[in-house]
T-cell receptor, first 114, second 113 residues
Framework: ETGVTQSPTHLIKTRGQQVTLRCSSQSGHNTVSWYQQALGQGPQFIFQYYREEENGRGNFPPRFSGLQFPNYSSELNVNALELDDSALYLC?????????????FGPGTRLLVL | GNSVTQMEGPVTLSEEAFLTINCTYTATGYPSLFWYVQYPGEGLQLLLKATKADDKGSNKGFEATYRKETTSFHLEKGSVQVSDSAVYFCAPNPNNAGNMLTFGGGTRLMVKP
């Protein structure tokens, strides 16, 4: 139990739709990162937010966007969904953004795009 | 760029066998090193970590030693249990990457009774 929760647990969308995934971090954790994990692969870094500002971004297009709120919750938004967006989306929180910080992962949201 | 190479799975062992999962990495700077475990249908859990050369991380009978000279962080356990069946991910966290983990493809471990 990491204290990080995500909603919904599962979601089905169709191509071209938009989706919002939510994450609730541990209290006091100022950093949240989002990862995409395709079936049978390792997680790929999407972006990170620190104190409500984007703090880094992986190799994902602008239709992937995010928000972080003062109450330790955050959102991942994906516009114009594509079939390849089908994956498990994981959020992870940590106290700060330093390299020695442990990230605590939520259980993930499994998105299926038809 | 940063990358991780893990031994391909699945690794199938009998209960009480010795486990080694190899991990080598390339990363700029002086990374911290992490092993995460993913049980079926769940998110990732931190298994152990090491933050400097020759550090040994350990947890639940698992160990890994930070080898800077060989850029490796191999995971070992002396006696595996059926409950250890999961996917294991090695992840360096470079100190210039703001805590953005780089994952390899993972190694699936299957332990049979």
């Amino acid at each position: 139990e990491t204290g990080v929760t995500q909603s919904p647990t599962h979601l089905i969308k169709t191509r071209g739709q938009q989706v919002t995934l939510r994450c609730s971090s541990q209290s006091g954790h100022n950093t949240v990162s989002w990862y995409q994990q395709a079936l049978g692969q390792g997680p790929q870094f999407i972006f990170q937010y620190y104190r409500e500002e984007e703090n880094g971004r992986g190799n994902f297009p602008p239709r992937f966007s995010g928000l972080q709120f003062p109450n330790y919750s955050s959102e991942l938004n994906v516009n114009a969904l594509e079939l390849d967006d089908s994956a498990l989306y994981l959020c992870a929180s940590s106290i700060e953004a330093g390299s020695q910080e442990t990230q605590y992962f939520g259980p993930g949201t499994r998105l299926l795009v038809l | 760029g940063n990358s991780v190479t893990q031994m391909e799975g699945p690794v199938t062992l009998s209960e009480e066998a010795f486990l080694t999962i190899n991990c080598t990495y390339t990363a700029t700077g002086y990374p911290s090193l992490f092993w995460y475990v993913q049980y079926p249908g769940e998110g990732l859990q931190l298994l152990l970590k090491a933050t400097k050369a020759d550090d040994k991380g350990s947890n639940k009978g698992f160990e890994a030693t930070y080898r800077k000279e060989t850029t490796s962080f191999h995971l070992e356990k002396g006696s595996v249990q059926v409950s250890d069946s999961a996917v294991y991910f090695c992840a360096p966290n470079p100190n210039n990457a703001g805590n953005m983990l780089t994952f390899g493809g993972g190694t699936r471990l299957m332990v049979k009774p």
